[in-house]
């Protein structure tokens, strides 16, 4: 269910670096728009301490509906759902997972999509998925961006309307049927802390947000379950040749 909705379309996403993944078995969260007292303010992208063994993030999106705009948020679960097409980069191309995979407990990170310093992180795997990485730009040597490079149209935040236009994927609407998690505490307190800082909203900073992405990592609360558990198989993206559910 959407949590906000706004008369006005969201910004284009912004360009910004990814901060090297801080050790083994933190997720990437992309950022996003979300909507305050003043307006659009973004969100940073942070890596995230799971909240349980083998979860997978599904960003949250803005679809427009009826006129309006509205914001799904994002939850946790063992498989990608939908996220309304929409390009974050860093491996979430506009459908499923390119930038890792769950295998016995451990997470796999895709070099090819992260910032990773291999005397931190070390269960690491380098594959390009081809025309769907193409879609991002992701960490092409050592360029860690998102996909909106200079010389590339901007890209559109939400679906629907003017924006993205997709349909959701079989194995998308296949994941909405299965136990998922929403946002931990400590997202909703990350959200809610950027709602706070002028440098954040997109009337001050014209798209261009002060802190695109954050360094220190968010802890996990522990508070969502999807009743999933843990896996111990392989799990992750839609794409990608390495060990993921598609």
């Known amino acids: 269910m959407p949590t906000q909705q706004a008369t006005e379309a969201p910004p284009a996403l912004p360009d910004y670096e990814q901060p090297p993944a801080p050790a083994d078995g933190y997720i990437w969260t992309p950022g996003y728009w979300a909507w305050g007292p003043d307006g659009y303010y973004w969100v940073p992208g942070a890596w995230v301490e799971p909240p349980y063994s083998a979860a997978l993030w599904t960003p949250g999106y803005w679809g427009f509906y009826g006129g309006r705009y509205l914001f799904y948020p994002g ?139 954050v360094s220190r990592p968010i802890p996990a609360d522990h508070s969502s379950r999807s009743g999933g558990g843990s896996a111990s198989h392989g799990s992750g993206g839609s794409g990608g040749g390495k060990g993921g559910h598609r």
């Not at 063992?78 to 974050?88: A, D, M, R, S």
């Not at 070390?122 to 960490?139: E, I, K, L, M, S």
């Not at 931990?184 to 798209?207: F, L, P």
């Open 75 to 213: 939850h946790w679960g063992l498989h990608i759902g939908f996220y309304g097409g929409i390009n974050y980069g860093f491996g979430y191309v506009g459908f499923g997972y390119e930038g890792g995979y769950w295998n016995g407990g451990r997470f796999f990170y895709n070099r090819a999509y992260n910032h990773i310093n291999v005397r931190t992180v070390h269960n690491t795997y380098n594959y390009n998925a081809g025309n769907r990485g193409n879609y991002n730009a992701g960490n092409r040597g050592n360029n860690n961006y998102n996909n909106n490079r200079p010389g590339n149209d901007s890209r559109p935040s939400y679906r629907g309307g003017g924006g993205v236009q997709y349909r959701a994927q079989p194995s998308e609407g296949a994941a909405a049927h299965e136990p998922t998690a929403p946002r931990m505490n400590t997202q909703v307190q990350h959200e809610q802390t950027y709602g706070g800082m002028r440098g954040q909203y997109a009337a001050q900073n014209h798209g261009r947000p002060a802190t695109p992405a």
